[in-house]
């Protein structure tokens, strides 16, 4: 079994940072794009960021300059730094990634996160 555990949401005051995190554990042979999304009440869930295993990176235009998704292919972990914090950045944050069982491609599968809530209010 595989497991994906965020962790570091919390409240902000607008223009603060959060950091959060996201590591996933278990039966792992190679995880390729990890990727943060994040879903606001009464919002669809959207793609906020997201990485390669060769760290090349993607973001949402509402969020670049001020966020910045990176990750620790050593332990299997994402991040995803957050400057500049608004309002509008509210929702819950979850993380996905696409991992390998094997060396077999047909044992690729999809793994989300529990989510991390963020608040930015003041």
């Known amino acids: 079994q595989v497991q994906l555990v965020e962790s570091g949401g919390g409240v902000v005051q607008p223009g603060g940072s959060l950091t959060p995190s996201c590591a996933a554990s278990?039966?792992?042979?190679?995880?390729?794009?990890m990727a943060w999304y994040r879903q606001a009440p009464g919002l669809e869930r959207e793609l906020v960021a997201s990485?390669?295993?060769?760290?090349?990176?993607t973001y949402a235009d509402s969020v670049k300059g001020r966020f910045t998704i990176s990750r620790d292919n050593a332990k299997n972990t994402v991040y995803l730094q957050m400057n500049s914090l608004k309002p509008e950045d509210t929702a819950v944050y979850y993380c996905n990634a696409l991992i390998y069982f094997s060396s077999s491609t047909y044992s690729r599968r999809e793994y989300w996160g529990q989510g991390t809530q963020v608040t930015v209010s003041s």
């Open positions: 990485i390669t295993n060769r760290r090349s990176g």
């Open positions: 278990g039966s792992i042979f190679s995880i390729t794009t």
